[in-house]
């Protein structure tokens, strides 16, 4: 599972959408993105924990995170190099960065407590080798925290979630960002080769001993948390 031979064409959209991305990332998700970053990171991060935040686009996990727990010291990591310039002047200055894919991350084995992926892991090559890398790099005891879309495991939630997507998403993207915003329709065929929510939770368990996952908008919206 994974985008595949998909990724590039993903990336590039996700390259000509950085003028629109916020202003239209809060319209599609029907303003609860922020709300569920919040809900999955509650309790989850400690004071003086190493924090990568993977596939951290304009850092807005990141944001989150320092408000939920100032105390932490933060890395960003992004395939592409304007989000992470555009993320640097909106994070504390200390903030790490660096550029690359899930599935090679260039990081030593054990070095951070928390990874983080804020509507990011759907675009892994490899979702297997992503959370493989995930997990290689975090701590014993660490914690991966996945906010993202959901794919029910109720054919009827799924359908639901999936038209959505296909024809509604792209309707509320052009009136949030301009013609600009219909490059978000990439976002259905991400949604296509992501797991269904009880799937994923069965690859966090091929890795790490347990995983706690929450659900919203009848399972349109995952909260997970993976303990190593």
């Known amino acids: 599972?994974?985008?595949g031979d998909e990724w590039g064409g993903v990336m590039d959209a996700?390259?000509?959408?950085?003028?629109?991305?916020?202003?239209?990332?809060?319209?599609?998700?029907?303003?609860?993105?922020?709300?569920?970053?919040?809900?999955?990171?509650a309790g989850r991060l400690r004071a003086g924990d190493a924090v990568l935040d993977a596939g951290s686009g304009f850092g807005n996990m990141s944001r989150t995170a320092l408000s939920e727990c100032p105390q932490i010291g933060l890395t960003l990591h992004d395939a592409l190099v304007p989000m992470l310039r555009a993320a640097g002047?909106?994070?504390?200055?200390?903030?790490?960065?660096?550029?690359?894919v899930f599935e090679a991350l260039p990081y030593r084995d054990g070095q951070f407590d928390v990874v983080m992926c804020g509507y990011s892991l759907r675009d892994a090559i490899s979702l297997r080798a992503a959370v493989a890398e995930i997990h290689r790099v975090?701590?014993?005891?660490?914690?991966l925290v996945i906010v993202d879309?959901?794919?029910?495991?109720?054919?009827?939630?799924?359908?639901?979630v999936s038209a959505y997507l296909r024809a509604v998403l792209p309707l509320v993207a052009l009136c949030a960002g301009g013609r600009l915003g219909l490059r978000f329709a990439a976002l259905h065929g991400t949604y296509r080769r992501w797991p269904r929510n009880s799937e994923l939770r069965d690859i966090l368990l091929e890795r790490f001993a347990r995983v706690e996952l929450e659900t919203g908008l009848m399972g349109g919206a995952i909260m997970v948390a993976a303990h190593k």
Do not use: F, H, Q, W
């Open 14 to 41: 996700l390259r000509e959408i950085i003028p629109v991305y916020d202003r239209v990332n809060r319209a599609i998700s029907l303003g609860t993105a922020e709300a569920n970053r919040r809900r999955g990171l």
């Open 149 to 160: 879309l959901g794919k029910p495991d109720s054919a009827v939630a799924r359908a639901g």
């Open 138 to 143: 975090l701590r014993a005891g660490g914690r």
């Open 1 to 3: 599972m994974g985008l």
């Open 89 to 100: 002047p909106r994070l504390c200055a200390g903030a790490d960065r660096s550029c690359g």
